[in-house]
């Protein structure tokens, strides 16, 4: 069965420091990965997808990750935090099923400090 | 492209009444819609999944006649909490997906609902 675990609730950066919050999957099949930020009181916006293609993905806004299989891992990062960067942020993973269910992790909190 | 809307973005209610929330992909077809309700500071917990005419597919612990959806179109999947109690008050977000994009689901902005 799928899942996905992200380690630490908050991540707190200095605004221009790297960004990074991770993503841990588990999966029996290779999947389909997805990071999503949400903004307060909003819907979530894709930030990028892993699908199978090129490891290392770019996203919207300066943020990419790259898959490592062999760690099971699907970090976000970014060079230089931004303070519009502070939202809530989710890796998902996609039951490669007919459901197309997400399966999500608890989301990390990011906080860009001036 | 790929816009979800949701109407209401915000809704408060009495004890008992039902409340309608509607989740509208405004420029593709939905296959599939899914709802999510997120409790405070906490991920998104998945209702229900619902395909065009058909009857939708509820996630364990989600009582069915509770939370009635329907998706009538290929862009309009409708969710309705019925008797709502203060209990059933939360962030409810929806999402669609199509057939070609990769699992990829794209979410609406959310609806808040407060029941009094």
């Known amino acids: 069965a799928q899942s996905v675990t992200q380690l630490g609730s908050h991540v707190s950066v200095s605004e221009g420091a790297l960004v990074l919050l991770r993503c841990n999957y588990s999966s029996s099949v290779p999947p389909y990965l997805f990071w999503y930020v949400q903004y307060p009181n909003q819907g979530l916006q894709l930030l990028l997808k892993?699908?199978?293609?090129?490891?290392l993905v770019k996203g919207i806004n300066g943020f990419e990750a790259e898959f490592k299989k062999s760690e099971t891992s699907f970090h976000l990062t970014k060079p230089s935090a931004h303070m519009s960067d502070a939202a809530e942020y989710f890796c998902?993973?996609?039951?490669?099923?007919?459901?197309?269910?997400?399966?999500f992790g608890s989301g990390t909190r990011l906080l860009v400090r001036p | 492209g790929a816009v979800v809307s949701q109407h209401p973005s915000r809704v408060i209610c009495k004890s008992g009444t039902s409340v309608k929330i509607e989740c509208r992909s405004l420029d593709f077809q939905a296959t599939t819609m899914f709802w999510y309700r997120q409790f405070p500071k906490k991920s998104l917990m998945l209702m229900a999944t619902s395909n065009e005419g058909s009857k939708a597919t509820y996630e364990q612990g989600v009582e069915k006649d509770k939370f009635l959806i329907n998706h009538a179109s290929l862009t309009l999947s409708t969710l309705t909490v019925t008797s709502a109690h203060p209990e059933d008050s939360s962030f409810y977000i929806c999402?669609?997906?199509?057939?070609?994009?990769?699992?990829?689901?794209?979410f609406g902005p959310g609806t808040r609902l407060t029941v009094l």
């Open positions: 998902a993973v996609s039951l490669m099923d007919s459901s197309y269910k997400l399966i």
């Open positions: 892993y699908t199978s293609a090129a490891t």
């Open positions: 999402s669609a997906s199509a057939l070609a994009s990769y699992n990829e689901q794209f």
